[in-house]
């Protein structure tokens, strides 16, 4: 908190003006999903088109309105009010209609009365291309199961106020937990933003990660959706944070690199999106290098460890889903 505000600047975070500050304090029930896209507020049918062939952006032509036509006998109206401006350039010696007036004055069709210039005057302004938004924070909401779960008293765990650093105390020993039920749900914590929940999640995971052993080859299919959740938000600070667990859990047990491999395909896309986000900073020193938060660093060295515990099918399906990385196990 303090380094965020204070040495970078940015703005502290919005307090809940519900809340009362209590621990009784529950959160409103949201069916928000987190990381979904946002909707456009312009329909697909109105957007351009990229012509490969003109290299710009192509309107769709609107659908022809038989009232911009001309009827029968409007002529004679366009032709005499062409005459009435010609009689008053003459008497007025205005430039109205004159042969020196701008290309396409006075042409039949577009005087102001008729259906054309009635046509071409009320055409609505045409939209512009939407921005692709790669990198926009995505929809966060505080719906987590871990919230629902600490809220409602079902999670063995405090938070132990040490005078040096918080921790968290357990009230039931780890071995005797059930990593089927309590790790899913310590994972699906690690999106939330907001203490204690953030705290609680990420060092009840650090604990169940340490603590695990052979119990978490068995979890992996049901880590998978929390992880590409917490991925999909697309917040530099909890993709910094689900990096770094990912770390932790390929290293947490023997074959658990081998068993993340068929989920790459729902977890390495965002890595190829953010593995160039690095902090170029020259010949500067980064003097916050030990948060350990640049993103470009932690996806490289994700994949290096992904690729080195993941065995010889680890390669191949890291280069179809991240085109630019480069292999840093040596055959020889």
């Not at 919005?14 to 456009?40: N, Y």
């Not at 059930?178 to 999640?201: N, V």
Request: net charge positive; proline share 9%.
């Amino acid at each position: 908190m303090y380094r965020n505000v204070k040495i970078k600047g940015k703005a502290p975070a919005a307090q809940d003006p519900e809340g009362t500050g209590s621990c009784f304090d529950m959160t409103v029930p949201s069916e928000a999903r987190a990381g979904t896209h946002q909707p456009l507020a312009v329909e697909n049918k109105d957007l351009p088109r990229w012509s490969k062939a003109t290299m710009q952006y192509k309107y769709p032509s609107p659908k022809p309105d038989p009232k911009a036509y001309l009827l029968k006998g409007e002529g004679e109206a366009i032709k005499s009010h062409k005459a009435a401006a010609v009689a008053a350039v003459a008497v007025t010696g205005s430039s109205c209609g004159s042969p020196s007036s701008p290309k396409g004055a006075g042409r039949a069709g577009s005087a102001p009365g008729s259906p054309v210039g009635r046509a071409r005057s009320e055409s609505p302004s045409l939209p512009s291309p939407p921005k692709a938004g790669a990198f926009e924070q995505r929809s966060n909401p505080p719906n987590t199961t871990f919230r629902r779960f600490y809220e409602r008293g079902d999670l063995p765990i405090s938070v132990d106020h040490k005078s040096f650093k918080n921790a968290i105390k357990w009230k039931v020993d780890l071995d005797k937990l059930d990593y089927h039920h309590y790790l899913p749900i310590f994972f699906d914590g690690i999106r939330e933003t907001r203490d204690p929940y953030r705290f609680l999640a990420i060092k009840g995971v650090e604990d169940l990660l340490a603590a695990g052993g052979n119990r978490i080859l068995p979890v992996i299919p049901q880590l998978i959706i929390p992880i590409k959740t917490a991925l999909n938000t697309r917040d530099p600070a909890v993709i910094a944070v689900c990096l770094q667990l990912l770390q932790k859990l390929v290293l947490s047990g023997e074959l658990v690199g081998q068993a993340l491999v068929p989920y790459y395909r729902q977890i390495l896309p965002i890595f190829n999106l953010y593995i160039t986000r690095n902090k170029n900073l020259g010949d500067g020193i980064d003097y916050a290098q030990q948060q350990y938060d640049c993103l470009g660093e932690l996806i490289s060295d994700t994949l290096a460890l992904l690729e080195q515990r993941g065995g010889e099918d680890a390669f191949i399906n890291i280069k179809y889903m991240v085109p630019t990385y480069e292999s840093c196990v040596n055959f020889s």
